[in-house]
């Protein structure tokens, strides 16, 4: 970074600050000065150009410190870019690319190459087809709502809905498969993001993750970057030829500090007094996401934004426009997570435009047979309520209904890979719990889950089962004769 | 109008005059006001003659105390537009040279930069670490020619020869 002095000689343009509105700078001068350019202040300040008028410019300042009216400003020819390099994995950065050191850590120097923050998007020559599964390491999504690597989906619901914890597990389950991860915090508090980045640490992937981090104390113009920094990155790990996830937590305090900027810059406001051009700031983002031609093949950057809901209404601004730019929702119920489901996702409104084309066949059978059950649990439900007497089919169905939520329900820190998830759905469903509680089955599922993480041997079953069944009817045959064998794993030490 | 904006050379003039008229208007209120006395008690002497001559042209009553505080809130706002020509030079500079020098701006800026109507008054900053030459500022552009600057560069372009040398 040049100094001040040498921008101006360079330049030879000048300018001086006429008026401060928060994060927002009114300057005179600077007569050729282009949108987006950066423009350095005497005090070492730095902000971005955000609007042209007749006889000044709004700049965005990215600064805390204070700066007074008369400061000298100068342009610098240049737009905002951030420093890309691989020793950025296991590091939180500001939204400017500087490392956020929180221990006595050197970071090593390193070759880099400065990438710019607001690139176009790749166009249609450049993508190829989603045919790669993203898993989740939650049952219910895998099976009910399956992602796709390259597919970019909403993630939506009131708040302390769990929604921030689902990411994380996502996030989990792709660093194990080799996955980078750019976990994008926009004004979240310190705290949380500290909390994050000890949940990745915990669980042995820091390594595979790169979080990029604005906390609600840093000024506004740093916060509407943050997403834009992070997708950088990302795109910088797509061209070196690896899957990405991009996680961004959260939009709608995103469009909510782009309001407050537009305002203070004289803007007229729209609906909502958001900005006309709230959809632009939001879809220039997302598009950027998807499934790439690269020299090294095809590299996926698969983008999970967060919006947050008011009271359960999809029908907000924001909600409805970010919705409008993804391929499908996952949609977590403040009433079901009130009824004590956990993650709280409602299958029937959540909806998965691109993940179906990825599943198998197999995957595909399981997926109808669910949500045609689910289909008919739910009806039963409400028939359920007139107490008239049931007969032994009603009953068996809402037993097993009862054992599938069951099913579903996950404790926080758990991820549960895909095979196993398969394999004991197809248990449940041909009987192996039918004389057991939901409770005792839950427990001995999550002890085989155990078991399958750490014995080689019921891996192996489990993973056998499942890669020679083409057919659900196939699976249940197969795991009717291995159930014995499987249930009698229980008790027994990890191999 | 023009006559008495073409007698500002320096911004701190125009600025001093602009605070005269400031005082002058907020003292037109007072009963039995002496406007002529008032003139030249808050003008500037340098401008306060030239305002008389020109109130005496266009035939203006000074009991009119309307007209008066129109012409003299005319007057503020075109000072307030007189474009400002930035120069930082190396010494204090006399009267006469400051005279020199505004002239010199106004006869070698070109007409489309100098703004139709306006005047141009200078800014003038003294740095005598520049040496010699100056440093310009005038509508957003800046250009650096002092002797300084050049300095600067060749050390930092043939530093080495420099050295070698000493």
Known sequence: MKSFEEYLNQSGE????????????????????????????????????????????????????PIRVGTRATRTHELLSVPVHTELLGHIINPLGSLISTEDERVPEVPYTMRYIENKPSSIQYRSRITKPCDTGVTIVDMMVPLGRGQRELVIGDRKTGKSNFLLKTALTQAIQGTICVYTAIGKKKTDIKKAQEFFKNHGVLNMIVIVASDSQDP?????????????????????????????DDLTTHAKYYREISLLSRRFPGRNSYPGDIFYVHAKLLERAGNFKTDKGDASITCLPIVESLQGDLTGYIQTNVMSMTDGHVFFD????AKGHRPAINPFLSVT??????????????????????????????????????????KLTLATGE???????????????????????????????????????????????????????????SDKLVETSQTFNELI?????KTPELLGYLGKPSV | MNDILSLLHTKQEADNLTAGIDSLLSSLYKKDVDVKMLISKTIPASVSGSILDDLAKQNVALQNLEIIQTYFEDLKTKTESLKIF????????????????????????PADRQGVGQGIVLNLQIDPTLRAGSIVEYEGIYRDYSIKKQLEEVFMNKKEEVLKSL
């Not at chain 1, 192996?432 to 002890?447: C, I, R």
């Not at chain 1, 045959?477 to 004769?481: A, L, P």
Request: cysteine-free; charged content about 20%; overall charge neutral.
């Open chain 1, 14 to 65: 000048i300018g001086y600050v006429e008026e401060i509105t928060q994060s927002l700078v009114s300057v005179s001068g600077l007569p050729n000065a282009t949108p987006e350019e950066i423009i350095v202040f005497e005090d070492g300040s730095r902000g971005q150009v955000f609007s042209l008028l007749q006889d000044s410019i709004k700049v965005l300042l990215f600064s805390k410190k």
């Open chain 1, 220 to 248: 506004s113009g740093l916060i509407y970057l943050t997403p834009y920094t992070g997708m950088s990155i990302a795109e910088y790990f797509r061209d070196l030829g690896r899957d990405v996830l991009i996680v961004l």
């Open chain 1, 334 to 337: 403040s009433d079901l997570f």
């Open chain 1, 353 to 394: 435009r691109v993940g179906k084309q990825t599943q198998t066949t197999l995957k595909k059978d399981i997926n109808r047979e669910l949500n045609s059950f689910l289909t008919l649990f739910e009806k039963m439900q409400n028939f359920v309520h007139f107490g008239a007497e049931l007969s032994e089919n009603i």
């Open chain 1, 403 to 461: 054992r599938v939520i069951k099913f579903f329900d996950q404790s926080p820190f758990t991820v549960i890979p895909p095979k196993i998830q398969m394999v004991l759905f197809t248990m449940l469903w041909s009987g192996a719990w039918t004389n057991k509680d939901p409770d005792t089955m839950k427990k001995e599922m999550e002890q085989l889950i155990d078991i399958y993480k750490n014995n080689r041997n019921l891996r192996s079953v």
């Open chain 1, 477 to 481: 045959n197969n795991v009717k004769k």
């Open chain 2, 86 to 109: 930035s120069l930082t030079i190396p010494f204090q500079p006399t009267y006469s040279f400051v005279k020199t020098l505004h002239q010199w701006v106004i006869e070698n800026l």
